[in-house]
């Protein structure tokens, strides 16, 4: 079975400019997060949806972040615009859901703003 | 609010040693632990988990971790490192019955010395 999906791998924009981050989740999870990674701030969870309806997006930063969830095989997560400090890898990861339940993380996606 | 510290971002030991990385959790409700592992370039995986019951979990590679509510701690060991052990280890943290969201430690960087 295919696992998390996120695209692209590898992505280098200039400060301003918007980034769209793209995730299929494993088929049939329910849950979908978002989470950031630096090396200041380790592991951050932005948002997360379940059955497609943002749950919690307290961790998102501010305004210039942006989610969606269109329907159950595919998210974004959009940066308008970007700035430096964005720069980070994005981990979309999938759930079956129930708390309980393991986290299924894509490869990530490594975001640099110049 | 739920938190954990990771001591030691970074432990070193020689192949054949005891591994022990540390975990101490804070938590409100009774919590769900996890601890994943990730290599270079690749998105986090499931090493174990605690959930309810049984207080000394066993995972893949070799890998345990016992769930000490009066201490609270879940620390992670494995009698003997391998080399194939060099990765970074991440304790995470969700709630019994509530939010599904985990909240990770920093991370510690585990070098496995030849």
């Known amino acids: 079975d295919a696992g998390v999906i996120q695209s692209p791998r590898h992505e280098v924009t200039e400060m301003g400019q918007e980034v769209t981050l793209r995730c299929k989740p494993i088929s049939g999870h329910n849950s979908l997060f978002w989470y950031r990674q630096t090396m200041m701030r380790g592991l951050e969870l932005l948002i997360y949806?379940?059955?497609?309806?943002?749950?919690?997006d307290s961790g998102m930063p501010e305004d210039r972040f942006s989610a969606k969830m269109p329907n159950a095989s595919f998210s974004t997560l959009k940066i308008q615009p970007s700035e430096p400090r964005d720069s980070a890898v994005y981990f979309c990861?999938?759930?079956?859901?129930?708390?309980?339940?393991?986290?299924?993380f894509g490869e990530g996606s490594r975001l640099t703003v110049l | 609010a739920q938190s954990v510290t990771q001591l030691g971002s970074h432990v070193s030991v020689s192949e054949g040693a005891l591994v022990l990385l540390r975990c101490n959790y804070s938590s409100s409700v009774p919590p769900y632990l996890f601890w994943y592992v990730q290599y270079p370039n690749q998105g986090l995986q499931l090493l174990l988990k605690?959930?309810?019951?049984?207080?000394l979990v066993k995972g893949i590679n070799g890998f345990e971790a016992e769930f000490k509510k009066s201490e609270t701690s879940f620390h992670l060991t494995k009698p003997s490192a391998h080399m194939s052990d060099a990765a970074e280890y991440f304790c995470a943290v969700g709630s019994q019955g509530g939010s599904e969201k985990l909240v990770f430690g920093k991370g510690t960087k585990l070098t496995v010395n030849p």
């Open positions: 949806f379940n059955n497609n309806v943002p749950i919690d």
């Open positions: 605690y959930t309810t019951g049984a207080t």
């Open positions: 990861a999938s759930s079956t859901g129930g708390g309980a339940g393991e986290l299924f």
